[in-house]
């Protein structure tokens, strides 16, 4: 797919719009000010904190907001639970600023609301990978060590006697429950809710959410992620929809139009990824709470249900991996699905190929595709664009959001002009204030206040990003990030594995697929079904590789005795 012929005209459209925004004493102005030690843009306008976020949504009354399954949550019974379960985590557990609260369940109500009654008593929500292991949710717990843990049943199950002391809050269960553990029902009902929200006095630079993303040792790393940080990324996401609406009534205006263009539907979005991600819970769930939309949650990812939804609920959004809008464009039921209420159809996690864009926008009758660049570690997107603006230049990711800054450097650290292809790096009040409990990967993530993204990309002379390859050891299959050395780790613990190297394939449906290349001790054996059945228990499934080849050469290596992982892809890329 090439680029519009107006491209060059959309993007000075955009930008102007954008730059009128940002103006000194505009909705989006912004000062530098020195947030942990590091200068950055602070929009003038921004909510203190997440709590006032929730609270501003208390006027949406009996409107939808969460849609599980046949069950149905206006704002009003939202609040009341939340201010319910907020006491409880105050009076019960200490829980407030300094402390955290864990979350470990599936795409439910109850996660949505543990979500806001955490950060509204100023405790910060440790999201937990929903499809980790027992020894991952182990280690989690261990590293972040929460006041209390809000799980399903399915999760209590999984964790057993690890349990432990914790205190517990289960949901969704019907079996008996550990003598640390009350009913979510119990402590969570709106019959008995307080007519307030606890007090809390919090700060604008407190943790408001630790993510766990994958790190260099095998373990995962909780990312620190502040109420200003994800304010931010809020704002962030409110002002590029405005910048683009903006552009195009000036643009409509410019041609003569005298009808003004017709107004959005009510925000209805669909979510098929996981809460415990920034782009299902920053970027999705916080824009539609703060718009007062409605939030239509799945069990689990199936393009025939997500269809069957659209239809039902009317959805405008979908935010999900590439592989999601690939698999419902070609799917039978496509043809037969009103997906008219469709506005938007997109997101991130991985990058969106040119065809898809075209697909998307050919396959809409209302809507246009979009896409955002973001790390866990910047809170939520540090690009984003949609509509004709992304359909113009589907290369880019979009423009820098205009809170943070952006150099690309080469090996040496050195910054690059405009243009050239190296390291990009941000900087900004949304990037994370460090790695919980890890100083040192903090130091090696950060420098000079400078965000080390691990991708390899270039901005142009407009601020839009192109991202053109990764520098990190990860693969990001489905937009699950996994790294590949702690696949490796646990391939390392067959005594019959002299070399391992992990890396990845490309897969038409998930973006890539893991794969793996061994070569044993001399004298054993080992072969696929032994090693999956090693790798069971330590590691979720979807970190498992999908093809394994056993060498009987040493693998390739570079002067500095690294693995030639590019050299294994290229090898095994087109074999069967």
Known sequence: MTADPNASELVDDFNAALASLTAPGGPFGWTVR??????????????PDMRAVWAMSAAHGDKDYLVYGEKRYSYAEAHARVRALAHHLRTAYGAGPGTRVAISMRNYPEWVLSHWAIISVGAAAVGMNSWWTRPEMEFALNDSEPVALILDGER?????????????????????LPASALPWEAVADPANAPDALPDANIDPDDDALIFYTSGTTGFPKGAQLTHRAVVHNLMNMILLTASGDAARAQRMARSGAEEPPPEAPPLVALLPVPLFHVTGCNCVLHTVTIAGGCLVMMYRWDAAEALRLIEREGVTVFTGVPSMSREMLQHPDWENT?????????GGGAAIPTDLVR????????????VGYGLTETAGIATAISNEFYVANPSSVGPLVPCMEAIVVDENGATL????????RLRGPNVMKGYLNRPDATAEAIVDGWFRTGDIAEVDDGGWIYIKDRIKDIVIRGGENIHCSEVE???????????AAVFGLPDERL?????????LVPGTELDEAALAKH????????????????LDEALPRNANGKFLKRELRERFASTP
């Open 34 to 47: 020195e947030v942990n030690g590091v200068p950055v843009r602070v929009y003038d306008n921004a909510m």
């Open 156 to 176: 209590l199950e999984r964790l057993g006697p690890a349990c432990g002391e914790i205190p517990l809050v289960v949901a969704r269960h019907d079996g008996d």
């Open 338 to 346: 009103d997906t008219s209420s469709l506005r938007s159809m997109g």
């Open 359 to 370: 697909r998307i926008d050919d396959g809409l009758s209302q809507g246009r595709p979009g």
């Open 417 to 424: 002009d405009p243009g050239q292809r190296g390291e990009l």
């Open 489 to 499: 780790e646990a391939l390392y613990e067959l005594d019959q594995i002299a070399e």
């Open 511 to 519: 973006g890539e697929a893991v794969a793996a290349a061994v070569v």
């Open 535 to 550: 790798l069971d228990g330590r590691l979720a499934r979807f970190k498992h590789p999908r093809d394994v080849w056993f």
